[in-house]
């Protein structure tokens, strides 16, 4: 059994942890770690790594050429402080917000430290508000809302539509390449150092100085403008410094490949700190987990060998699927890897299991899995599963200076959350603030989760979905969606990457299924067209398929609860601009239900369709 070959050993910490029972059926968790001190400058660690490792690469952008460009620390320290000075001279402070639109990109970077280490906050927005929207209603809305000084897009030409859309008088334009919209190039910015002015404004920040303001992913309605002050993003990284693994920057430096987007707070916050404060490179990683893209993922990782990865868990699935039929990928995978963490949502226990198999092939131990549980209105840190765990599902315990509520909803606990790397209130929305924190001051997500054991409160807390998102069948029963949708994934390998449940006051459970990619590709083969976002797969030999594994998932749950009754496969792309799916590719089932409830309808009609399978 593979359970009994031992982990890699990566000398964390054990989970210690405090948990009070309140007459109210509540529960209050912290850590019993202090956190001490940490940085008031969410940059510091920036002139730290450049005067340690100067020459070392902090990014280097991947790409299908032989020539990776490569940012250095000294070079990075360098253009930040030159951005810096070109800001402070023309007027930008704590109140000239930038908003930058394009993706993750050297100049990107230089811009975010240049202007958060002297305290003028930067937004950056999903490139998808600007380059999937046909009414820019998202990007406008973000523009208006913080009143930006600067809007910095990469490529002048290919951001020239939504640039016209926002920019106006006294907002001034940079771009890199391309079009230049009457404003000027990046490069112009980088000039003279004025030093004693850059050091000037880098001592005056403090913990409530603004350093960005991040978009939720929107589920419902517009995203939600969330203030990261410079002592959420620096608790967080301390906070990660206290249950992370003993850091080497000398003998084994952190190299990390990375696609998460920098509007993100994962990606744009842990990881992006992250590997300054330990003095790492991360390669900008030109793939990504969606068909199509994800084949530049593999060869990155061929020519990289990072030291650790991180991603969604559909990334899982596309890695997976390849490095079982690709040993040169395997190998390079598990050259210097020793961690595997992933976020964004639950990992499923065959996707865990199907990574250990090719661990203990190729390294003779099997592979440690991080995760946690958090949010953009966290800094991305919540929770934290940082030990050695066979079971997935796990968010974890809160880590130094976090506290956890967690109050009772139903059979679980809905989980709440405080801490110096928590935001006080949305951007100029004092309603949503009102909305979201209880009388104590804790934020309130709407998740769910439970103890995983009772009688042992140090193994952590179970995710167990939105509490918005589970529901009651027409017979009373409750649905838990978040912990129905990892088992009909399991039960579906490897013809699935996800589903969407619906039943709400039905008499029984119907699903959406999204095929994998291998499933798309031969339904193409065989004439499938998606014309539409009601398109569905008919094809007879795939359905079957599918079928096989549902009749066999029914048999062993037969509990109305878990029982499908009629499932579809959905024949064209889930919608980042409808909301159905965030740019780190986390399902949002509510809006899928909404924008598809055509589909719906159908998987209830009695009548003869060849597009459904009838399970009942």
Same mark, same amino acid.
């Given at each position: ?139 406008? $809305? ?377 499933? $798309? ?96």
């Amino acid at each position: 059994m593979s359970h009994k070959v031992p982990f890699r050993k990566l000398n964390r910490p054990l989970p210690d942890i405090s948990v009070q029972s309140r007459d109210d059926g509540s529960y209050l968790i912290e850590s019993n770690i202090a956190i001490g001190d940490y940085e008031k400058n969410a940059a510091s660690n920036l002139r730290q790594s450049a005067e340690s490792f100067p020459d070392r690469a902090f990014l280097v952008k991947c790409s299908p050429d032989e020539h990776w460009p490569e940012l250095s620390y000294r070079e990075t320290r360098t253009k930040a402080d030159q951005v810096s000075s070109w800001l402070l001279n023309h007027g930008y402070g704590a109140n000239t917000p930038i908003l930058i639109l394009s993706s993750n990109s050297f100049a990107h970077a230089i811009l975010t430290l240049g202007a958060v280490q002297v305290g003028i906050p930067v937004v950056p927005v999903s490139p998808s508000y600007s380059l999937m929207s046909g009414d820019f209603a998202k990007l406008t $809305y973000a523009a208006e809302l913080v009143d930006a000084k600067m809007i910095f897009a990469e490529d002048g030409t290919l951001y020239r539509k939504a640039i016209g859309k926002i920019q106006a008088d006294g907002i001034e334009v940079v771009t890199v390449q391309g079009d230049a919209h009457n404003g000027i190039c990046f490069d112009d910015m980088l000039g003279d150092v004025d030093q004693a002015l850059v050091d000037e404004a880098f001592s005056k920040v403090n913990g409530d100085t603004l350093a960005k303001i991040l978009f939720t992913s929107g589920s419902t309605g517009m995203p939600k403008a969330v203030p990261n002050t410079h002592r959420m993003i620096c608790s967080s990284q301390k906070m990660h410094t206290l249950v992370s693994e003993a850091n080497d920057p000398v003998e084994t430096p952190t190299v990390v490949l990375d696609w998460l987007p920098w509007h993100h707070t994962f990606g744009g916050n842990v990881n992006f700190f992250r590997i300054i404060r330990v003095s790492g490179t991360l390669y900008i990683d030109d793939g990504k987990p969606v068909p199509g893209l994800f084949q530049r993922t593999f060869d990155n990782i061929k020519r990289v060998r990072p030291t650790r990865f991180s991603s969604v868990p559909t990334a899982y699935s596309f890695l997976l699927d390849q490095m079982e039929k690709d040993e040169d990928l395997s190998v390079a995978f598990f050259d210097r890897v020793t961690a595997c963490l992933y976020g964004g949502a639950a990992l499923s226990q065959e996707l865990f299991e199907r990574m250990q198999v090719l661990s203990i092939k190729y390294t003779g131990l099997r592979i440690p899995f991080g995760t946690g549980w958090g949010s953009t209105e966290t800094t991305g840190t919540g929770t934290a599963v940082y030990w050695e765990s066979d079971k997935v599902g796990l968010i974890g315990v809160p880590p130094a200076g976090g506290q956890i509520k967690l109050v009772p909803v139903s059979d679980k606990y809905e989980i709440r959350i405080k801490g110096p790397h928590v935001h006080e209130g949305y951007f100029k929305r004092p309603d949503l603030t009102a909305e979201y924190f209880d009388d104590e001051g804790f934020y309130c997500m709407g998740d769910a989760v439970d103890f995983e054991d009772p009688s042992n409160l140090e193994q952590g807390l179970v995710f167990k979905g939105r509490v918005t998102e589970d529901f009651k069948l027409a017979n009373g029963s409750w649905v838990s969606t978040g912990p129905l949708r990892l088992t009909l994934i399991d039960a579906l390998n490897p013809l699935a990457r996800d589903v969407v449940i619906a039943g709400h006051d039905k008499e029984d459970l119907a699903i959406l299924i999204v095929p994998s990619e291998g499933m $798309y590709q031969q339904a193409i083969k065989a004439g499938h067209k998606a014309d539409n976002s009601l398109s569905v797969l008919e094809d007879a030999g795939i359905l079957a398929s599918f079928k096989s594994k549902l009749d066999d998932y029914n048999k062993k749950n037969k509990s109305k609860s878990r029982f499908i009754g009629s499932a579809i496969l959905l024949g064209a792309p889930l919608s980042v601009d409808k909301n159905e799916i965030t740019d780190k590719q986390y399902i949002n089932q509510s809006a899928v239900l909404e924008n598809r409830a055509q589909l719906v309808e159908r998987l209830y009609e009695d009548g003869p369709d060849t597009a459904i399978l009838k399970l009942r």
